[in-house]
């Protein structure tokens, strides 16, 4: 294998000329000429009988060609690559551009990674943000909790807002009962806004035991025809009323819900950690920051083919997490209203971006001589194994160590961009709590979109 040729086209595409003579050739044909052999026919000899010359004089010299030429251009193309010292992020086109007895010369056009420049990537400017751990925060987070172990209990007294009634109910209008505006054991939260307007009001101050008639009429635009407009009677019954009932927050409750023995020490946890979300938030805006500088600081032009695979790659996992939710892609297609190239558009700007970091990264790793481990390496392949539950062993079988170890220069580089950052501290503005809105009540067009949750013919 001889590069005869390397041609740079321009925007990272790259053109080898490459020649592959000789005995490695001519070895190439006569294999393919013993595999062949058992195949063709020629008149006066048996199957696999003929010798080659009478074959060649049948089908022609070149009768072996394709498939010595088949045989050899891969390795040939790898070499290539390798003593070129190309690093290729695209399939390559090949071309045979001329094959005889004495061998073949092809031509490969590949695209290659592109040239970087990083103007600076020490002494960058970031501002770190500083968040504080609120007492209301944490107060948030005891009332989350307080909401989490809740529980319904049935009460004797008469229903108000924000109870849930279970109720039969059977609606008719002019005294004809109509398809679906019958229930049974139905839980119902007054005040929810899930029945039609003028339902729920109607069953407040209600006991268990009571019968009730609910007079309502159908919004004009419901979605049932025969409906629209008719007032219509629910002859209901009320089975029980139940409230919730929140545990109160004491030192009982910290024993239910953590390890603590006392609310104060389950306080100090809740702080310390939210303190620790905060602090590897902050962390990691100053690191999206320095990234964002480091790239202001950049000069390159990235290949459409890396984004595209990059983008490949976003929507696999995309497409892994609609999984994961019993969905498939074509469904989520079908209900956003998009085809799948506005699906893979709405990936780029983030896919360009990310291999625009990455390159920016790997540069700044050549530039310092960032060298890994093989005791960081190994750490590496471990943390990946904890993280999805495999043996070490397999995740090496599925990661490149090439690919492992740069990883692990990257992220030594963006703590060395880090460590040589000139870095501003700034105190997080203090939120301001969020004023109560009154709860929307729910329009007929939104009673509409419920069916499941309101008596309605079907």
């Not at 699906?343 to 971006?353: H, L, N, T």
Request: charged letters at 35%; hydrophobic letters at 40%.
């Amino acid at each position: 294998m001889t590069v005869k040729e390397v041609k740079n086209l321009g925007k990272s595409a790259v053109e080898l000329t490459v020649e592959v003579k000789g005995e490695a050739f001519k070895a190439a044909v006569d294999d393919a000429f013993k595999k062949n052999l058992s195949k063709i026919t020629v008149p006066g000899f048996r199957k696999g009988k003929a010798p080659r010359k009478i074959v060649e004089r049948m089908y022609g010299e070149g009768v072996f060609f394709e498939d010595a030429v088949n045989a050899l251009y891969p390795k040939a193309y790898d070499d290539a690559v390798a003593e070129a010292g190309l690093k290729v992020v695209s399939r390559p086109e090949i071309e045979i551009t001329e094959v005889d007895a004495e061998g073949f010369t092809f031509k490969a056009v590949v695209t290659v990674k592109p040239e970087v420049t990083v103007k600076q990537y020490k002494g960058l400017k970031a501002t770190k943000t500083v968040y504080n751990v609120a007492e209301s925060e944490v107060k948030a987070e005891l009332e989350r909790l307080q909401k989490q172990n809740e529980r319904t209990v049935t009460v004797e007294r008469a229903s108000k807002d924000g109870d849930t009634v279970n109720i039969n109910f059977e609606g008719s209008v002019d005294g004809v009962p109509f398809d679906g505006g019958k229930g049974e054991n139905y839980d119902l939260v007054l005040g929810s806004g899930s029945f039609i307007p003028g339902f729920e009001p109607q069953l407040v101050g209600k006991k268990a035991g009571e019968d009730v008639a609910v007079e309502v009429t159908f919004p004009e635009d419901y979605h049932a025809e025969d409906l629209k407009g008719k007032a219509a009677v629910f002859a209901c019954h009320v089975n029980e009323v139940k409230e919730i009932e929140a545990p109160a927050l004491d030192d009982e409750f910290a024993k239910d819900v953590s390890e603590f023995d006392t609310l104060a020490d389950l306080k100090k946890d809740i702080k310390k950690k939210l303190k620790e979300q905060k602090e590897k938030q902050s962390a990691n805006e100053l690191d999206n920051a320095l990234i964002d500088a480091l790239l202001e600081n950049t000069e390159l032009e990235v290949p459409d083919v890396m984004i595209q695979q990059k983008v490949d790659g976003m929507c696999g996992e995309f497409e892994q997490r609609l999984a994961g939710s019993g969905l498939n892609l074509k469904t989520y297609l079908q209900y956003t209203g998009m085809d799948n190239e506005a699906f893979r558009k709405g990936f780029e700007a983030d896919a360009e971006k990310q291999v625009k970091v990455r390159l920016a990264l790997e540069k700044v790793v050549e530039m310092e001589g960032v060298v890994v481990s093989d005791e960081e390496i190994e750490k590496e392949y471990k943390d990946i194994a904890d993280a999805y539950g495999m043996p070490a062993d397999q995740v090496k079988m599925y990661l490149p160590k090439d690919d492992v170890t740069m990883d692990c220069a990257v992220a030594k580089a963006v703590e060395l961009i880090r460590s040589n950052a000139e870095i501003t501290e700034e105190k997080a503005a203090a939120k301001k709590p969020a004023a109560k809105k009154p709860a929307a009540k729910k329009t007929a067009a939104k009673a509409e979109k419920e069916p499941a949750e309101e008596p309605e013919a079907k």
